[in-house]
C-alpha cells in the first residue's frame, strides 16, 4: 500500500472549493429524490488583475488584462483572479477551466461603452450578434463570486417604450440622441451622440443585444454573492450545463428594461436556486428547454431546488416558458417570496415552443401586490421583437406540432394578498394543454376575479380559500 507523502498533502489540500458550503442541507423533505448539486473545485492559486496592467479608473480599457490573468491561471491549472475596488472597464471576459473570477467589495467590472468590442470576427466577419460580456462555452469548474457587481451598462443597448418612462425619463433618453421611432412609441440607442453604431438600421442594431453573462455547455458552475445588473438583454443564462449553483446574488435592471429577464434556466440539470434577490424588467427565475426540434435535442431542465429567494418586480416570480420543448423533469420550488411581479407562477409557451412537464412540485410561496395573476397559465404565447405587432393567427389548426402539455405540476400552500385574478388557466381548442394540476391549502385575497379557467382545464383545487374584495 502507498503511503501519501508530504508533498501530496500539500497538492491535495491546493485543491479547494471555491466556497466550501455544505449545499446538501437544503436537500431534506423531497417531495421527489434528486442529485445535489456541489461547487466547482478550483485550485488555489490566486493572481490580481492589476498584476497585469489593469486600472480600475473607470477609464482605462482592461481586456487585455483579464485575458492575461486568465492565461496565467490556466498555465498553473487554474486559480483565482482577484477583482479589487474600482471600476474596470472591459469588453469581452471568456472564463476558462478552473477559474474563478473574485470580484471584491467595491468592485464593478463593467462592459465597456464601446459596443463594437463585443462583436467575435468569424472568417474575417463581424458576427451578426454581440456575445455575451462574461462567457464560457464547453468549461469545467468556472465560477464568478465576491461581494462586486457586474454591471452590463444597458442602457447603450435596450430601445425604450414610451409608455413606460416619464417625461422627464423620455427627455432624458432623447438628450442622449439616438432615434424615434415614426409613431413616437419607441426609442432606440442608434445614432447616439457619443457612440457609434454596430449596425445600418435601428432594426438591425436592435437584433444584435444580446446577454450579460452566458454559460454554454459547461460543468460545475457557481455564481455566488455577487450584483449582477443592467444587462443588455438577459442577466444570467447558463445553458445546456450541468451541476450549477446560484446562490446569494442579487439581479437587478429598471422595472422597463426590455426583455430584462433576470435567471434563465435553460436545458441544465441538476441546479441550486437559493437565497438570491431579484428585481427585474422581464422574467424573474424562469425555465426555458429550447424550441423545435432544437429542444428535443437539448434535453429538459432536469433535477432544480429552487429555494428561499425574493423576487419584486418581474413578469413572472418563478416561470416555465415560453420554450420548452426539450421538457421540464423533477423541479421542486418552495419558501420563496414574490413581492410586487406582474403574475406569481406563470406558465407559458405555444405551438412549436411547448413540452411536456413532469414532476413539478412548488409549495410554500407567499405573494403580496401581484399586478395580474396569482397562477396563470397561458397556451397561446408569442414571442415577437420589440415593435412588432401579435399576430392575429396563432395557429392554422392544422400544425399542433410541439404544442404545450402542462401536466403533473402540483402547487401547495400559498398566501396571496392582492392579486387581480387568482387563477387564470387557458388552453388551445381540441388539445388538452393544462392537465393534471393541483392546487391544495392555500388562500388567495383578489381585487377582482377568483378563477379565469377554460372547461378543457383539468385542474383540482383542494383546502384552498378565495376571497374577492
Known amino acids: 500500500m502507498k503511503r501519501l507523502t508530504l508533498a501530496g498533502v500539500i497538492l491535495l489540500l491546493s485543491i479547494v472549493s471555491v466556497y466550501a458550503d455544505d449545499y446538501a442541507r437544503y436537500y431534506v423533505n423531497m417531495p421527489v429524490e434528486i442529485p445535489h448539486a456541489a461547487p466547482p473545485v478550483i485550485p488555489d492559486n490566486s493572481v490580481n488583475i492589476k498584476d497585469f496592467g489593469g486600472k480600475g479608473d473607470g477609464m482605462t480599457l482592461n481586456t487585455d488584462a483579464f485575458q492575461k490573468a486568465i492565461s496565467a491561471l490556466e498555465k498553473k491549472g487554474g486559480g483565482r483572479v482577484v477583482v479589487p475596488a474600482g471600476i474596470w472597464m472591459t469588453g469581452l471576459i471568456s472564463l476558462k477551466d478552473n477559474i474563478d473570477l473574485h470580484i471584491e467589495k467595491n468592485a464593478v467590472i463593467m462592459a465597456s461603452a464601446d459596443r463594437n468590442l463585443f462583436f467575435k470576427e468569424k472568417d474575417g466577419k463581424k458576427e451578426s450578434k454581440a456575445t455575451p460580456l462574461i462567457n464560457a462555452s464547453k468549461r469545467k469548474n468556472i465560477s464568478i463570486t465576491g461581494e462586486g457587481t457586474i454591471d452590463g451598462n444597458g442602457a447603450l443597448w435596450r430601445p425604450v417604450k414610451r409608455s413606460k418612462v416619464s417625461d422627464v425619463e423620455w427627455k432624458g433618453f432623447l438628450y442622449m440622441g439616438g432615434t424615434v421611432s415614426k409613431d413616437g412609441q419607441l426609442w432606440y440607442p442608434f445614432n447616439l451622440k457619443k457612440h457609434a453604431n454596430t449596425a445600418a438600421t435601428a432594426e438591425t442594431q436592435e437584433k444584435q443585444r444580446t446577454h450579460l453573462i452566458r454559460f454554454t455547455d459547461c460543468e460545475n458552475v457557481l455564481v455566488k454573492d455577487v450584483t449582477i445588473q443592467?444587462?443588455?438583454?438577459?442577466?444570467?443564462?447558463?445553458?445546456?450545463?450541468?451541476?450549477?449553483?446560484?446562490?446569494?446574488?442579487?439581479?437587478?435592471?429598471?422595472?422597463?428594461?426590455?426583455?430584462?429577464?433576470?435567471?434563465?434556466?435553460?436545458?441544465?440539470?441538476?441546479?441550486?436556486?437559493?437565497?438570491?434577490?431579484?428585481?427585474?424588467?422581464?422574467?424573474?427565475?424562469?425555465?426555458?428547454?429550447?424550441?423545435?426540434?432544437?429542444?428535443?435535442?437539448?434535453?429538459?431542465?432536469?433535477?432544480?431546488?429552487?429555494?428561499?429567494?425574493?423576487?419584486?418586480?418581474?413578469?413572472?416570480?418563478?416561470?416555465?416558458?415560453?420554450?420548452?420543448?426539450?421538457?421540464?423533469?423533477?423541479?421542486?420550488?418552495?419558501?420563496?417570496?414574490?413581492?410586487?411581479?406582474?403574475?406569481?407562477?406563470?406558465?407559458?409557451?405555444?405551438?412549436?415552443?411547448?413540452?411536456?412537464?413532469?414532476?413539478?412540485?412548488?409549495?410554500?410561496?407567499?405573494?403580496?401586490?401581484?399586478?395580474?395573476?396569482?397562477?396563470?397559465?397561458?397556451?397561446?404565447?408569442?414571442?415577437?421583437?420589440?415593435?412588432?405587432?401579435?399576430?392575429?393567427?396563432?395557429?392554422?389548426?392544422?400544425?399542433?406540432?410541439f404544442a404545450p402539455d402542462f401536466s403533473d405540476i402540483h402547487i401547495s400552500n400559498v398566501t396571496c394578498r392582492n392579486a387581480r385574478t387568482a387563477i387564470s388557466a387557458h388552453g388551445l381548442p381540441g388539445l388538452k394543454c393544462v392537465n393534471g394540476i393541483t392546487i391544495d391549502n392555500s388562500i388567495f385575497f383578489c381585487t377582482e376575479k377568483d378563477k379565469d379557467v377554460d372547461e378543457t382545464v383539468e385542474l383540482v383545487i383542494t383546502n384552498t380559500e378565495f376571497h374577492v374584495q
Open 230 to 401: 443592467n444587462s443588455p438583454k438577459f442577466h444570467l443564462i447558463p445553458t445546456r450545463c450541468n451541476n450549477v449553483i446560484v446562490d446569494n446574488v442579487t439581479i437587478r435592471c429598471p422595472w422597463n428594461a426590455q426583455n430584462g429577464d433576470a435567471l434563465d434556466i435553460s436545458s441544465c440539470r441538476n441546479v441550486l436556486i437559493v437565497n438570491n434577490v431579484i428585481d427585474a424588467g422581464d422574467d424573474g427565475i424562469c425555465m426555458k428547454a429550447g424550441a423545435g426540434k432544437a429542444g428535443l435535442a437539448y434535453g429538459p431542465c432536469e433535477n432544480l431546488l429552487i429555494e428561499n429567494n425574493t423576487v419584486y418586480h418581474a413578469h413572472g416570480g418563478f416561470v416555465i416558458g415560453s420554450e420548452f420543448t426539450g421538457g421540464m423533469k423533477n423541479i421542486i420550488v418552495r419558501n420563496n417570496l414574490f413581492s410586487g411581479t406582474d403574475t406569481g407562477l406563470r406558465f407559458k409557451s405555444g405551438i412549436g415552443r411547448g413540452g411536456k412537464t413532469e414532476n413539478i412540485f412548488i409549495s410554500d410561496i407567499v405573494m403580496t401586490d401581484i399586478k395580474d395573476e396569482a397562477i396563470i397559465f397561458e397556451c397561446t404565447y408569442q414571442d415577437r421583437a420589440v415593435g412588432k405587432k401579435v399576430s392575429e393567427t396563432l395557429s392554422s389548426g392544422k400544425d399542433v406540432s
